[in-house]
């Protein structure tokens, strides 16, 4: 029996991007990057359930969108569920991680 959890194929990256929660914005880099959220290569972290703006340069585009952690580990970053976002920017941004082959 598989343990699998996700629900949306992964691009494994890596994306350029960045972050905005508590202490500012910060750059960092994207991978494993979904429909339904990603994870972040960084060395500082939010705790879980914080909220947070992730950025993420795909297809030539930024998308910002609205974020809550999920999972963090210490060395290699921390993981995000996209939420609560626009649904036009969703669309927009679901049909780029298509047009790659998510």
């Not at 494994?12 to 750059?27: H, L, N, V």
Request: with cysteine; charged share 25%.
């Amino acid at each position: 029996m598989s343990s699998e959890r996700r629900t949306y194929k992964r691009l494994m990256g890596p994306f350029e991007g960045g972050w905005d929660g508590a202490s500012g914005m910060r750059e960092c880099r994207v991978t494993d990057l979904s429909q339904g959220g990603c994870f972040i290569d960084a060395y500082a972290s939010n705790p879980v359930g914080a909220r947070i703006t992730t950025a993420i340069k795909v297809g030539g585009q930024t998308f910002q969108l609205r974020s809550e952690v999920v999972y963090v580990d210490r060395v290699q970053g921390f993981a995000v569920r996209f939420r609560d976002n626009d649904p036009l920017v969703m669309k927009a941004f679901v049909d780029t991680l298509h047009a790659l082959g998510a």
